[in-house]
């Protein structure tokens, strides 16, 4: 069989449905056998939204994502989709076209060293130089990229090796001898937690992403239930239980709500589950929870002691071992703190000032939040990013799709390109700021071209919104490079001279309407909503300072 | 507190590991002082013995990052408890009135003269790393003209592997 076709089938073989990428002349031969296949193959504009929509799919169903890219510059075009799916664990598979074997290493027509380029942010790579490992190197890669802790493989394919001739025998299982991901938690370490947790009085779950790759979404609400303990959460791990639980205090960190970022400091026991503690979240690492014991499960053990102290870690899948710890534990009362929390609760509500003339970017999320409740959300890169972390409370897992630990610009619109495609029938929003939706904007023709119905909402400030407001709180106003100024940019015109649908909004009162137009009609839409300028994000906490250490712009 | 470690790192003896783990070093920022690679009794596995530069922690995290590269089959930590060696080849300058003095050190230290020109030695010294920097100063006197070192290898001592 030629291995071309080898490949579609292996594809096949693995449960994809749908590649998102870019053929060349690299990687014509794969593109000749997608020819005769029935996977879906979503032709983007650009690889950097190829991979970022493998990556929305990915996260939006928890399968593998899958991309396509030719050589050079097609693969170069991936690294930031790759960069993004690292630093989130989302499991993705990158296959890139490459040269020829015997012109590897001399600088031949688009040819990059992608393996080289993304060794450090691919949880593993592979450049096939023998065809007759082709089969075994794809069924590892399926393999790697969504077990133990996820993330992104890629495959560079020399052009010759995708035109040798090859038996199909797509193995059944892998071997390999130094990946075998630990899933168990030790029974001694879980015993241990249990008995930190029974002697807490101030527990708090703080839930990550981790809690979504593992898909432990119920045995977090259990144990929330169960010991009982209030629940904060990373940014990535919004939805880890209903945002509209009453043991719920949203995310912390840096824009986190106050009275969850307080409650944290002043909790006896933090139990972390799939989270790895980034400044982001932790403020500063010396300072984090400083009268908390801390039980750290996660699945990869550099995460534990990587940035704060912890005192029970545990190593092992959060879902088999949450279920674990559930069956010990018993219910016990603790009144004394649930009052205090709910005091923090009242004192510090998440707040901004409304305004009837003026469009407040929290109002649109609101308004997003009550008119499609159950809507995928994803995210650009900048206030807009915290605006819908704040004021979307996240209902059900995998909700909630946004660039926690690299930030991209340009993540939010392919990514739920890519949920779309997954979830036809639901409703998909990005909630995107100006700057970051230039960043990909050329997607609307993919969207358009294939019927893929996102809204994009774009949060419209006429500013890189987040860096002006780091300008004007640390350097006295002084905004260097950070206004949008084009008066003649209309996003509507924009959107319908690609044939999708725009909107401008300019006023509060017309929100609404705008939001359920665009939710009713079954195609892309792009609404400007024309913000307030220069809004802010609060609360926040400074970089590197303490979770008290809170401004609120009062 | 910041000490010398010796790690030992079983890979699979595949093309890019070795790119891999020295890049898995640069990028975060751990120092190698000195890093050997050779073959093992099996010819599919290969090992690398490191020399790093760290704290605990620093230690710690190294192992682990390194742990999660899957061409690495086992790490282990060979600071204490350890046969280690290093091999030598210093060409040391030796004009006829020196040969004899030079001669007499290398016995000292049981190193042996693997080639002899003109006015110059090849030596050739196996030991630890404090035998072999004692030796190398005392040639100095003499004038190193070139040396190569192997970088350490190192062994646990007793059954355990
Ligand atoms: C690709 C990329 N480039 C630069 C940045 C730095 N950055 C972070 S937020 C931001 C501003 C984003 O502007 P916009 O999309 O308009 O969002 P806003 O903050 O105004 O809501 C920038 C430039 C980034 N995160 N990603
Ligand atoms: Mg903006």
């Known amino acids: 069989m030629r291995a071309a076709d080898a490949i579609v089938k292996a594809l096949e073989m693995e449960g994809v449905e749908h590649v998102f990428g870019i053929p060349g002349g690299a990687i014509l031969e794969v593109y000749d056998a997608l020819y005769d296949s029935e996977i879906v193959h979503i032709l983007t504009r650009h690889e950097q939204a190829a991979v970022h929509a493998a990556d929305g799919y990915a996260r939006a169903t928890g399968k593998v994502g899958v991309a396509f890219a030719t050589s050079g510059p097609g693969a170069t075009n991936t690294v930031t989709g790759i960069a993004t799916a690292y630093m989130d664990s989302s499991p993705i598979v990158v296959m890139t076209g490459q040269v020829p074997r015997a012109m590897i290493g001399n600088d031949a027509f688009q040819e990059a060293d992608i393996t080289g380029i993304t060794m450090p942010i691919t949880k593993h790579n592979y450049l096939v130089t023998d065809e007759r490992q082709l089969l075994r190197t794809i069924k590892e890669a399926f393999y790697i990229a969504q077990t133990g802790r996820p993330g992104p493989v890629l495959i560079d394919l020399p052009r010759d090796v995708t035109m040798a001739d090859i038996e199909f025998e797509y193995p059944e299982k892998v071997d390999l001898i130094g990946y075998k991901p630990k899933t168990k938690g030790h029974p001694k370490q879980i015993k241990k937690a249990v008995d930190l947790i029974m002697q807490a009085e101030r527990p708090i779950i703080l839930a990550g992403g981790g809690v979504r790759l593992s898909n432990a979404h119920e045995e977090v609400l259990k144990l929330a239930e169960t010991i009982p303990a209030f629940v904060v959460t990373t940014l990535m791990g919004k939805g880890a239980i209903p945002e509209t639980h009453p043991l719920c205090l949203g995310f912390i960190g840096m824009h986190g709500t106050k009275y969850g970022n307080y409650a944290v400091m002043e909790a006896d026991l933090i139990i972390a589950i799939g989270c790895r503690f980034s400044d982001r979240t932790v403020g500063k690492f010396s300072e984090f929870a400083p009268n908390a014991k801390i039980i750290h499960i996660d699945i990869d053990p550099a995460e534990i002691g990587k940035n704060v102290r912890v005192d029970v870690p545990i190593v092992g899948d959060a879902k088999s071992v949450l279920r674990e710890m559930i069956k010990m534990i018993k219910h016990k009362q603790r009144k004394e703190w649930f009052d205090r929390v709910e005091e923090l609760r009242r004192k510090y509500p998440l707040k901004y000032k409304r305004d009837e003339n003026v469009i407040k970017p929290q109002f649109v999320v609101e308004k997003v939040f009550e008119l499609a409740p159950d809507a995928i959300v994803t995210t650009e890169v900048g206030q807009n990013q915290m605006w819908a972390a704040q004021y979307f409370k996240v209902k059900h897992p995998r909700q909630f799709i946004t660039s926690g630990g690299l930030g991209t610009m340009g993540f939010g619109f392919p990514a739920a390109m890519g949920a779309q495609v997954a979830f036809p029938d639901r409703i998909v929003v990005d909630i995107a700021g100006d700057g970051s939706f230039l960043m990909n904007i050329q997607e609307l023709a993919t969207c358009v071209d294939y019927d893929i119905p996102v809204k994009v909402c774009i949060l419209n400030n006429a500013y890189l919104g987040m860096v002006r407001q780091w300008q004007q709180l640390f350097y006295r106003r002084r905004y260097s490079a950070t206004r949008l100024r084009y008066p003649e940019l209309s996003f509507e015109k924009i959107a319908k001279g690609f044939g999708a649908h725009g909107i401008t909004v300019e006023k509060p009162s017309e929100v609404e309407d705008a939001l359920k137009e665009a939710f009713e009609i079954d195609k892309p839409v792009v609404i400007d909503f024309h913000v307030e300028v220069e809004e802010n994000v609060f609360p926040f906490v400074p970089p590197g300072r303490s979770l008290l250490e809170v401004l609120d712009g009062e | ?161």
């Open chain 2, 1 to 161: 507190m910041s000490e010398r470690r010796t790690i030992a790192v079983l890979v699979e003896n595949k093309p890019g590991v070795l790119a891999r783990v020295s890049s898995l070093f640069r990028r975060r920022g751990f120092n190698i002082e000195s890093l050997a690679v050779g073959t093992t009794e099996r010819e599919d596995i290969s090992r690398m013995t490191i020399v790093v530069k760290g704290d605990d922690r620093t230690l710690e995290q190294v192992m682990k990052q390194l742990n999660k590269l899957i061409e690495v089959i086992k790490v282990s930590d060979l600071s204490e408890n350890s046969v280690e060696r290093e091999l030598a080849l210093i060409k040391v300058h030796a004009p006829p009135a020196k040969r004899s003095e030079i001669i007499e050190i290398a016995n000292i230290f049981r190193a042996r003269i693997v080639d002899v020109a003109r006015d110059s030695f090849i030596i050739e010294i196996t030991g630890d790393e404090d035998k072999i920097n004692a030796f190398v100063d005392l040639m100095r006197q003499f004038g190193i003209k070139e040396m190569a070192r192997t970088g350490k290898i190192s062994m646990a001592r007793g059954s355990k592997t």
